[in-house]
């Protein structure tokens, strides 16, 4: 099994961040800061970035929102592939802790 | 509305953009908001009622509407964007934020990720320029003269500027824009764009003299004939290709302007390129004695 690259934070909580569905940037960024307590921020740059660098790796895909109010407001949205990256690192984040433990 | 609008001219390098969003939070706070920034000049506008945070971000964007709603979803404005792909944003200050609130990179690697694309031009374009530098290294070698030695100067020193900048835009060093001092760039971009005038123009002062092949042909016997005129407009090496035939030994003169021989050649054949003639400002004549029909080809620069 081919070992996968380590992700950065701000990869990992994208995509944590889309796994119960869809969101806007700004979405992603404040449950980020929500789910760690503040420690991780994602600034706009690193964002574009990221989601760009995702969308191409075929990780996450954009949509457009048809919610009533906020149509065509830009949302992403994570694909299988994204979903088995993350799952990846999860797998790869318990086995340290795991590791961690056993020392 | 005069005193409303303001330039500045200060040069910054892409590897001192810290510094550059520095000055740009401090005018801000004085009251100057920019309009339109760039590496050698910047236009503000004067509106003491507000104060912003500024950043810079650089890259090819894919996708332009996705970067700007990108930005403004979390309170940039986008200010604008130059031509080489720098982009300016900005954001209303609010002192009781903190200051993660101004930063657009929040992880090493997306700030590597920027730094790293702007590196990465650098040394393309630098290593281009090298390339150049060599080429006019090497006529320099085989004809030693001040407009190459000035180019291959001016190259390399445009090379090696962007490689020290390479080497800062990649250092992880936090404190690095403070390496690179505006003073000091702006001297070093004087001295290339100096060097590169320096070079046209010295270059464009040298003869160029060039008789067509066989242009000089004669049939008729010729005993010292002041044949053509150049002009050396300082003092250098200046080089000459010498091809000429005849039927009994001819020979062929550069005279100064007091008729002083500075290069002759007697034979009945002769050719060689890249004769190196030094010689101090002045106007000079070639001159040819030969008693029968020759051919002769000969250019000097």
């Known amino acids: 099994m081919k070992r996968s690259e380590p992700m950065s934070e701000s990869y990992y909580y994208i995509l944590l961040c889309l796994a119960k569905g869809a969101n806007h940037g700004y979405g992603i960024m404040q449950m980020t800061e929500k789910l760690s307590g503040g420690d991780v921020t994602i600034g706009s740059g690193t964002m574009y970035g990221a989601t760009g660098n995702m969308m191409k790796k075929g990780w996450i895909r954009e949509i457009m929102s048809d919610e009533p109010g906020v149509e065509r407001r830009r949302l992403y949205q994570l694909t299988d592939s994204g979903r088995e990256a993350l799952r990846a690192e999860i797998a790869r984040l318990r086995r340290m802790l795991a590791n961690a433990e056993e020392v | ?301």
């Open chain 2, 1 to 301: 509305m005069a005193g409303n609008r303001k330039r500045s001219w200060k040069i910054y390098p892409a590897w001192g953009y810290e510094k550059e969003i520095e000055d740009l939070n401090q005018a801000s706070e004085q009251g100057w908001q920019l309009v339109n920034g760039g590496c050698f000049h910047s236009s503000f506008v004067k509106n003491p009622n507000v104060r912003y945070r500024y950043q810079m971000d650089y890259g090819r964007i894919d996708d332009m509407d996705r970067y700007i709603e990108t930005f403004r979803e979390q309170g940039w404005e986008h200010v604008h964007s130059t031509y080489n792909k720098w982009h300016y944003f900005r954001k209303a200050y609010d002192p009781a934020l903190p200051e993660e609130a101004y930063e657009i990179f929040t992880d090493r690697e997306s700030l590597q990720e920027m730094n790293n694309r702007w590196a990465r031009l650098a040394l393309i374009i630098a290593v281009l320029l090298a390339g150049f530098a060599v080429y006019y290294g090497v006529r320099l070698i085989q004809t030693p003269q001040l407009p190459l030695l000035i180019h291959t100067l001016a190259f390399a020193l445009e090379s090696g500027l962007l490689v020290w900048g390479w080497t800062i835009m990649r250092s992880p060093d936090p404190n690095r824009s403070r390496r690179c001092g505006s003073a000091f760039l702006t001297a070093i971009l004087a001295v290339i764009v100096l060097g590169a005038v320096a070079g046209m123009v010295l270059s464009s002062l040298r003869p160029h003299f060039k008789t067509g092949q066989g242009g000089g042909a004669l049939d008729e016997p010729m005993v010292d004939s002041r044949w053509a005129d150049f002009e050396v407009k300082y003092r250098d090496n200046y080089f000459l290709d010498l091809d000429f035939a005849s039927d009994a030994p001819m020979t062929f003169s550069v005279l100064d302007e007091a008729g002083q021989t500075v290069y002759t050649q007697t034979g009945t054949s002769f050719r060689e390129e890249n004769i190196r003639l030094q010689l101090p400002a002045g106007h000079y004549c070639f001159s040819i004695s030969c008693e029968t029909g020759y051919r002769i080809n000969c250019i000097i620069q």
